[in-house]
Every structure is written in structure tokens, then in C-alpha cells.
């Protein structure tokens, strides 16, 4: 009886020292997998952000619908002005130009290869959270009236449940953000995401 409780007794102690630490170590490792996570969906978001830019400055305002910001990305092009020449210390730019000191050309180079240049993007998964089994990123845009001049807003946003996906008992007990993640304001002209 002695022997059996001898052997019996440091694997139940071994035991009881695991289930502690896997107890102490659970948040922690939630903590580090929403961190992850949320950098995945900052990225996509920044990216989203990016592409809207880019987008308005091709056509002056922003688009509501992901589908035509990465047809868009995928088929369109923006402009590069090149200027050429140098400009004295005593002109301006505008002058040196006037002049023909320094001479400006256009040219049109393809809006994917312009914004997604350093890294093979995958410009299909645009729209998608990751993490979230398929749901799509929620896109609004407009404008608004701040005084007499009428501004283009957009926003790019998604819930807390779509990047949570497998850890929603977990989330809920260890979670401490109360909205979900997004870019962009519909209400007033920022480009700043809700992280930042």
C-alpha cells in the first residue's frame, strides 16, 4: 500500500502541476492569439485605407462597395507625375516650370503593381476578415458637409466575432475591447483606424 501510494502520489502531483500551469497560461496564450489576429486585421484594414486613397485620388471621391476597390486595384491605373530638371535656390517650383528650367510628365502605371508593389498580395482576399471563415469587411462611403465645403468619408469596419472564430469561449471571458476594429469615419473626415 506504502509502494503504490510512493508511486502513486508524484503523478498526481505532476498532475495537479500541469492543470495549474495550463490555468495561468490559458489567457496568456489568448492574449498573444488576439494580438496576432488584430495585427492580421489592422494590415487588411491599413491595406483597405490604402487602396481608398489611392482611389480618390484617381476619382475624387471614395467607393462604398470592396468588390469595385479591388476591381479597381486589379484593372485600373494611377497617374505618377515625373518632373525633370532641377530647380534654382530663387524660383519656384511653378516658375522653374514656366520657364522650361524644369519640364513635368504623366505616367499611368498599374494601380496594383503602385500599391501592393513590395509583397505578392493576394487583392481577391481584400474584402475578407481574416480569421473569420468568409465574412466580409463592412464598407460605407459619402460625404459631408463641414461648413461650405463637402468632404468624401469611408469606413471600413468589422465586429469583434468575425476574427474570433474558434475562440469565442474564451473571448468572452477574456476580452477587453468593446467595439470591433475599423478605419475611417462616416462622420467625420479621418482616415485614422480605431487601434491608432
Known amino acids: 500500500m506504502k509502494t503504490a501510494l510512493q508511486i502513486l502520489l508524484p503523478i498526481v502531483v505532476l498532475i495537479l502541476v ?3 500551469y495550463d490555468s495561468i ?7 498573444q492569439e488576439v494580438r496576432y489576429r ?7 484594414l491599413r491595406d483597405i485605407r490604402e487602396a481608398q486613397v489611392a482611389y480618390r485620388s484617381r476619382y475624387g471621391k471614395f467607393v462604398g462597395d470592396l468588390d469595385s476597390l479591388v476591381d479597381f486595384i486589379k484593372h485600373d491605373s494611377l497617374a505618377i507625375i515625373r518632373a525633370e530638371g532641377t530647380v534654382p535656390d530663387e524660383l519656384t517650383e511653378l516658375e522653374a ?3 522650361g528650367i524644369v519640364t513635368r510628365d504623366t505616367i499611368w502605371v498599374s494601380a496594383k503593381d503602385t500599391l501592393f508593389a513590395k509583397k505578392p498580395y493576394p487583392v481577391d482576399s481584400l474584402p475578407y476578415v481574416p480569421f473569420s471563415d468568409g465574412e466580409r469587411f463592412t464598407l460605407n462611403a459619402g460625404k459631408i458637409e463641414r461648413g461650405l465645403v463637402e468632404l468624401s ?3 471600413a469596419s468589422c465586429e469583434i466575432p468575425h476574427y474570433m472564430r474558434g475562440l469565442e469561449d ?19 473626415a479621418s482616415l485614422d483606424g480605431n487601434w491608432e
Open 97 to 99: 516650370v514656366r520657364r
Open 153 to 155: 468619408v469611408f469606413e
Open 18 to 20: 500541469y492543470l495549474i
Open 38 to 44: 488584430e495585427s492580421k486585421v489592422i494590415e487588411r
Open 25 to 31: 497560461m490559458e489567457p496568456v496564450r489568448f492574449r
Open 170 to 188: 474564451l473571448y468572452k471571458i477574456y476580452y477587453t475591447r468593446e467595439e470591433g476594429l475599423k478605419v475611417g469615419s462616416m462622420i467625420e
